[in-house]
């Protein structure tokens, strides 16, 4: 049986929405009524994505690095534009790295994944989560191991 939560009038926005887990999130979000921003670095998979969902509701491709903030900023203003608000952010984008030992593991590709799991959902909530609490309902959903943003 599929779980589905009344999201009628919730607009969300999934980062690395573009595919695996991110898409799943925007599938179920589109059929439990919610409009979705895909914020994807793949801009040419987000977009490809929100072509074959449109169907199911309105969906949105957004290119974004969540690793570069003046991005994000960009990012935000076009999909307040897009969709007026902004009720739901899944901080999902993010990267396994190399599966070696500590010190076989390179220290560019560590600080890659400190870039995109920890930075990244750290900068969108800096990025998001003002206009949410202007607006009094706020929901954010952390995919990576990241510190919670706090009001
Ligand atoms: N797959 C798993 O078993 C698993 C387990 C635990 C946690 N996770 C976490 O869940 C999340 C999604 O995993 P997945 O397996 O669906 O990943 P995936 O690789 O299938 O998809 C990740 C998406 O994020 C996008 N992305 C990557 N870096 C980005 C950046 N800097 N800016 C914007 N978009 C970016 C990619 O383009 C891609 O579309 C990740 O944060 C991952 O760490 C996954």
Known sequence: ???????QG????????AQGIGRAITERFLDSGA???IWDRDETLAQ???AELKSRGRVIAVKVDV???????????????ELGRIDILVNNAGITGPNVTTWDYPVDAWQSVMRINLDGPFMCCKAIVPSMIAQARPFEIPMSPCPQSSR
Do not use: H, P, W, Y
């Open 48 to 50: 490809a994505t929100a």
């Open 1 to 7: 049986m599929t779980n589905t939560i009344d999201l």
């Open 67 to 81: 690793t570069q903030f003046a991005d994000i900023e960009k990012a935000r203003d076009a999909t307040l534009k």
């Open 10 to 17: 919730r607009n969300a926005v999934v980062t690395g929405g």
């Open 35 to 37: 409009s979705v921003a």
